[in-house]
């Protein structure tokens, strides 16, 4: 007994001991990579000091004599708070992530190997002017100094996957634009495979109902071969190497809303500004506040995307810019026939012509070691797997494969000091697709078009024929026709990513443009009264009232005449409607009916003819067609071909109210205490290890689970995706007073930092989700007067 119990006691020691120091070695793992926010760090790189101040929210307010010393600390503190952030994206353009993730991102690498952003960097790079390439590289010296004097004290991620980063580039700043214009093009690719779907299904003439804009869809020419189901799967497997990324929680998604008043419309006599980009939802947010000053030369601050040293969106001294997605179709799949004899050659213009073809290899983390053989037409690369099926293949055309000089755009738009220069400054943007929002300290408002749209024939939603160049993009619209305005005479600009420009432009921009609920309503509140202030703009970026409810609902209530035919849920569940404001508010069980109406809706209009390509429609035609049915009145698809009579509208809603009622009965339970918004539809912000319990639990990676309101079509969005869990929304806020900077206000879902225990990770979106603002200082008194730490870096 004696010597069971000191085996017992020796057990018990080296448990304890083993918990101490696994304790200990978690500490210094959380601890060791936290930011340091007071007193001086000497370092190497540096001609004269720099002073950086953190207010409440931790935003860096960086102080310095020139441009180089500015760059070097803008790089060196974004490191010390996002460097594996930005490290993750820069792996993700490069096509490497399976050398630190493994063989589950080798699909993604794919991917970005295949559209070879870094080409493109590189182009950029050898023709950026001198003194903006000497910022980019002072910019890289900033990070490597952070990097080297951290040392081991990597962020925690970098040890849970046992890895250092490689020196940052410039060319790695040129692949972190590159990113940002990579979404837009992967939706248009998937939503052009499944027209082309769904067209071989139902026909081209009922598919053109389902594209948004039908109106000017022209006459097709397809090519006479068939493009065959395993063909269109293959261009679908490499579409997916996108997966990855979102299960990482770095893909964007471009949404967005801007507007601004003159000063005839605002309570200052000065024109007010709002900016909020709707955007993918995850830890770190992908914006970093930040504000850039050289005394006497810039002063601009507003978010910027780690890895680049310059701010994206905000303001300087005398103007504020912001954007939101034009919504181009920036992409288009062509169909190439494929030499019989050769398949390295494609026909063009009646002869063939030979692919560029390349191999690469890929070093998958653990040792293993993957090659894939890439082949790209002129227009761009084959999507659709190493070999042609059928003697066809298709390509990708996309608008970042042409040049486009996005370090010049925000290293300008960062100095530009009126309306002028502004669009001097965008006039650069190609690959990006936006409407840029203005206001100026003079009292000037105003929205440009920057983006590069292909000059091309009829509408680029469904697949083209490449055996001629008859589809062959002919340029882009020169900037000088892009649509602008400046001072216009209602006293206000906005945008919501709604359709551009009414019929009669001579140019095809999209199909794809968001439906005009969230425009709408932001204009309704523009109108409401004539003289608005920063509260009002408060209370508008807030707003969770639904255009789109509002628009279906009394179609729903119409079944007031049945009302009788209902069981007592249903019943109920009809009143929560009929006695419905059509605010998406959390606490209301009318959303809650609302959303899983839409549900049933759609499937039951259109499920019964496209069968299980359904499922494969892109979101934006499942919202256009209802919009359109509810607008102008029914169509052939409204009728279930499935049962013998012919069903009205009516049958079709009554239909699916009863199915809705089913679907949130079997999922929530019968009492409909349980079916309120919030505690249906929540937001957890993610960070992309989180889903590994065990880390989530030590390092805190995620944030809590929150109640939240508002849909993807009201002013203030939160888009869901399975289960109502929401994935997108406003990744920044800002409202910009231009008669005192000082008075403008601001917030982000997440925090500066990205370092899971930072005291600034996470530390603003209790504020983001609750509707409150943080005080975005910027004068040199109202930012020392704020400061919550001082750090002094000096010349080693």
Same mark, same amino acid.
């Given at each position: 007994m004696k010597a069971l119990k000191i085996v017992l006691i020796t057990i018990l020691t080296i448990a304890?001991?083993?918990?101490?120091?696994?304790?200990? +070695?978690?500490?210094?793992?959380? &601890? $060791?990579? @936290?930011? !340091?926010?007071? *007193? #001086?760090?000497? =370092?190497?790189?540096?001609?004269?000091?720099?002073?950086?101040?953190?207010?409440?929210?931790?935003?860096?307010?960086?102080?310095?004599?020139?441009?180089?010393?500015?760059?070097?600390?803008?790089?060196?503190?974004?490191?010390?708070?996002?460097?594996?952030?930005?490290? +993750?994206?820069?792996?993700?353009? &490069? $096509?490497? @992530?399976? !050398?630190?993730? *493994? #063989?589950?991102? =080798?699909?993604?690498?794919?991917?970005?190997?295949?559209?070879?952003?870094?080409?493109?960097?590189?182009?950029?790079?050898?023709?950026?002017?001198?003194?903006?390439?000497?910022?980019?590289?002072?910019?890289?010296?900033?990070?490597?100094?952070?990097?080297?004097?951290?040392?081991?004290?990597?962020?925690?991620?970098?040890?849970?996957?046992?890895?250092?980063?490689?020196?940052?580039?410039?060319?790695?700043?040129?692949?972190?634009?590159?990113?940002?214009?990579w979404d837009a093009a992967y939706e248009d690719m998937d939503q052009e495979i499944s027209y082309w779907k769904i067209s071989q299904k139902i026909g081209l003439e009922k598919t053109t109902n389902l594209i948004p804009d039908y109106d000017a869809v022209p006459a097709f020419v397809f090519p006479d071969f068939k493009?065959?189901?395993?063909?269109?799967?293959?261009?679908?497997?490499?579409?997916?190497?996108?997966?990855?990324?979102?299960?990482?929680?770095?893909?964007?998604?471009?949404?967005?809303?801007?507007?601004?008043?003159?000063?005839?419309?605002?309570?200052?006599?000065?024109?007010?500004?709002?900016?909020?980009?709707?955007?993918?939802?995850?830890?770190?947010?992908?914006?970093?506040?930040?504000?850039?000053?050289?005394?006497?030369?810039?002063?601009?601050?507003?978010?910027?995307?780690?890895?680049?040293?310059?701010?994206?969106?905000?303001?300087?001294?005398?103007?504020?810019?912001?954007?939101?997605?034009?919504?181009?179709?920036?992409?288009?799949?062509?169909?190439?026939?494929?030499?019989?004899?050769n398949e390295n050659q494609y026909a063009f213009n009646g002869n063939w012509?030979?692919?560029?073809?390349?191999?690469?290899?890929?070093?998958?983390?653990?040792?293993?070691?993957?090659?894939?053989?890439?082949?790209?037409?002129?227009?761009?690369?084959?999507?659709?797997?190493?070999?042609?099926?059928?003697?066809?293949?298709?390509?990708?055309?996309?608008?970042?494969?042409?040049?486009?000089?996005?370090?010049?755009?925000?290293?300008?738009?960062?100095?530009?000091?009126?309306?002028?220069?502004?669009?001097?400054?965008?006039?650069?943007?190609?690959?990006?697709?936006?409407?840029?929002?203005?206001?100026?300290?003079?009292?000037?408002?105003?929205?440009?078009?920057?983006?590069?749209?292909?000059?091309?024939?009829?509408?680029?939603?469904?697949?083209?024929?490449?055996?001629?160049?008859?589809?062959?993009?002919?340029?882009?619209?020169?900037?000088?026709?892009?649509?602008?305005?400046?001072?216009?005479?209602?006293?206000?600009?906005?945008?919501?990513?709604?359709?551009?420009?009414?019929?009669?432009?001579?140019?095809?921009?999209?199909?794809?443009?968001?439906?005009?609920?969230?425009?709408n309503r932001i204009r309704q509140m523009l109108d409401e009264k004539e003289i608005l202030g920063i509260g009002d703009f408060k209370r508008m970026v807030l707003d969770q009232h639904s255009d789109y409810a509002a628009l279906m609902t009394p179609f729903i209530l119409k079944l007031e005449n049945k009302k009788t035919e209902l069981s007592p849920s249903e019943s109920s569940a009809f009143n929560s409607l009929a006695e419905w404001d059509y605010d998406m508010n959390k606490d209301l069980v009318a959303p809650s009916l609302f959303e899983f109406f839409e549900i049933s809706f759609i499937s039951n209009l259109l499920k019964d003819e496209l069968g299980e390509l359904f499922w494969q429609l892109p979101s934006v035609a499942k919202d256009y067609y209802i919009y359109r049915i509810l607008k102008p009145g029914s169509d052939e698809f409204v009728d279930d071909i499935n049962t013998p009579g012919t069903e009205t509208l009516d049958d079709i809603i009554l239909k699916s109210f009863r199915d809705c009622v089913a679907a949130i009965s079997a999922q929530y339970g019968e009492n409909q205490s349980g079916w309120k918004w919030g505690d249906i539809h929540t937001v957890t912000l993610e960070h992309p290890l989180g889903s590994v319990r065990i880390l989530e639990r030590i390092f805190d990676l995620n944030s809590d689970k929150y109640r939240i309101g508002g849909d993807d079509n009201t002013v203030s969005p939160y888009s869901f995706g399975a289960g109502f869990k929401v994935n997108h929304g406003a990744s920044e806020r800002h409202i910009y007073n231009t008669a005192d900077w000082d008075e403008s206000f601001t917030v982000i879902p997440t925090g500066i930092s990205g370092v899971p225990g930072s005291e600034f990770y996470l530390s603003q979106t209790e504020a983001y989700l609750e509707g409150r603002f943080y005080k975005d200082h910027f004068s040199e008194k109202a930012v020392k007067a704020n400061a919550k730490y001082t750090l002094v870096l000096k010349p080693e």
């Open positions: 304890i001991l083993a918990l101490i120091a696994g304790s200990v +070695l978690i500490s210094g793992i959380k &601890k $060791g990579a @936290l930011p !340091e926010y007071e *007193g #001086e760090i000497k =370092i190497s790189g540096l001609t004269g000091e720099v002073t950086s101040y953190r207010d409440e929210r931790g935003m860096p307010h960086i102080y310095a004599s020139n441009e180089h010393d500015l760059y070097f600390s803008v790089g060196y503190i974004m490191a010390q708070e996002r460097l594996w952030q930005m490290d +993750l994206l820069r792996q993700a353009t &490069k $096509g490497t @992530l399976s !050398e630190i993730l *493994g #063989e589950t991102a =080798i699909g993604s690498d794919k991917l970005f190997r295949a559209v070879d952003m870094t080409a493109k960097s590189r182009i950029l790079i050898k023709n950026a002017d001198p003194v903006t390439l000497s910022y980019l590289q002072a910019f890289s010296d900033g990070v490597n100094a952070y990097v080297s004097a951290a040392g081991k004290k990597l962020p925690p991620e970098f040890k849970i996957l046992s890895y250092t980063p490689a020196p940052w580039t410039p060319e790695d700043c040129g692949n972190i634009f590159g990113y940002m214009c493009l065959n189901d395993t063909l269109l799967k293959r261009a679908q497997e490499f579409i997916t190497g996108m997966d990855k990324l979102k299960a990482l929680g770095i893909v964007l998604y471009p949404g967005s809303n801007n507007w601004a008043v003159s000063g005839k419309r605002s309570e200052t006599g000065k024109p007010l500004f709002q900016n909020d980009m709707h955007l993918s939802l995850f830890a770190p947010g992908i914006w970093m506040q930040m504000h850039q000053v050289i005394p006497g030369k810039l002063n601009v601050t507003g978010v910027t995307v780690p890895g680049v040293p310059f701010i994206a969106a905000g303001h300087n001294e005398k103007i504020a810019w912001g954007f939101t997605y034009t919504m181009v179709d920036v992409l288009d799949l062509f169909a190439e026939k494929i030499n019989p004899e012509k030979d692919m560029v073809v390349r191999k690469e290899q890929f070093n998958i983390k653990g040792g293993k070691v993957d090659s894939v053989i890439f082949k790209y037409t002129h227009r761009g690369p084959i999507i659709s797997g190493l070999k042609s099926f059928q003697f066809a293949s298709l390509s990708m055309r996309w608008t970042a494969f042409d040049y486009s000089d996005e370090i010049r755009v925000f290293s300008q738009l960062n100095r530009a000091s009126g309306w002028k220069e502004f669009r001097s400054a965008i006039s650069s943007l190609k690959s990006l697709g936006n409407n840029v929002a203005y206001a100026d300290v003079d009292g000037n408002i105003g929205l440009s078009i920057a983006a590069g749209i292909p000059i091309r024939k009829g509408n680029g939603s469904l697949i083209r024929n490449g055996e001629t160049e008859e589809f062959d993009w002919k340029g882009y619209i020169p900037f000088e026709q892009l649509p602008f305005t400046f001072n216009p005479d209602k006293g206000y600009i906005s945008s919501a990513n709604n359709r551009t420009v009414p019929e009669g432009y001579p140019y095809y921009i999209s199909s794809n443009f968001c439906l005009p609920y969230r425009i």
